[in-house]
């Protein structure tokens, strides 16, 4: 445990199943891991589930992976703004990995918000190459756009509610948009609500991740 940096939440599979699927729940700004691992009972038992609090203290109470520039709360466009975040997550998530004897090619990455933002910035960056990147409500950082190369290996679905009064749908259909650029298999899922995660959206997230895993 001495190469973790970040604290966390876990749920062991309730089931028992050969090489399990690690699901790495990634929160956004404002939260802390109690917060998106309360999705934990809706997920499917036999997934290995683990929720990592980010590194700094927000403004807004909670934790947050990066200071994003006011007015502009969701927006990113500085790449050293998530630069340690991005070292942080990945260190405690490889460690992770290694602790539970689970395949990178068995993980996934879930985040929302913010988190989103730190799961694509994982999931593209080659480090980790995860199954599955499921950004939430989320975005893409200007940064990761001018980054040399991109790891296209996992595949990657893109959900955002309807009335979301925090980021635009925009925000995740061009993300989706840009992945695809480079060659990536992308899917992008709408759901009724505001900035939130529902039950609906939730069970859908669970059964792709599902399938996937089962494939």
Not at 10 to 25: A, D, M, S
Not at 33 to 48: N, R, V
Not at 69 to 91: C, N, W, Y
Not at 188 to 207: A, L, Q
Request: aromatic share 10%; glycine share 6%; with cysteine.
């Amino acid at each position: 445990m001495s190469d973790l940096s970040l604290s966390f939440l876990e749920r062991f599979p309730k089931v028992p199943t050969p090489n399990p699927p690690v699901l790495i729940l990634i929160h956004g700004r404002a939260a802390e891991a109690k917060t998106i691992f309360s999705i934990e009972g809706l997920l499917d038992p036999a997934y290995h589930v683990l929720a990592i609090t980010a590194p700094y203290d927000s403004a807004l109470g909670g934790r947050e992976w990066f200071h994003p520039p006011e007015p502009m709360p969701g927006e990113v466009h500085d790449a050293k703004q998530f630069e340690e975040s991005e070292r942080i997550l990945t260190g405690d998530v490889e460690a992770h990995l290694v602790r539970l004897n689970i395949d990178k090619s068995r993980a996934f990455l879930w985040g929302f918000s913010q988190g989103a933002a730190m799961a694509l910035i994982l999931g593209l960056r080659g480090t980790i190459k995860p199954s599955g990147v499921i950004p939430m409500c989320g975005f893409l950082p200007t940064g990761v756009k001018h980054w040399q190369t991109w790891d296209i290996s996992p595949r990657f679905l893109f959900v955002h509610a309807t009335e979301d009064e925090v980021l635009p749908t925009e925000s995740s259909k061009k993300a989706k948009a840009f992945v695809e650029s480079k060659g990536a298999t992308a899917e992008y899922h709408e759901y009724k609500g505001r900035h939130k995660m529902t039950m609906d959206s939730i069970r859908f997230v669970n059964e792709w991740i599902k399938n996937l895993a089962s494939a």
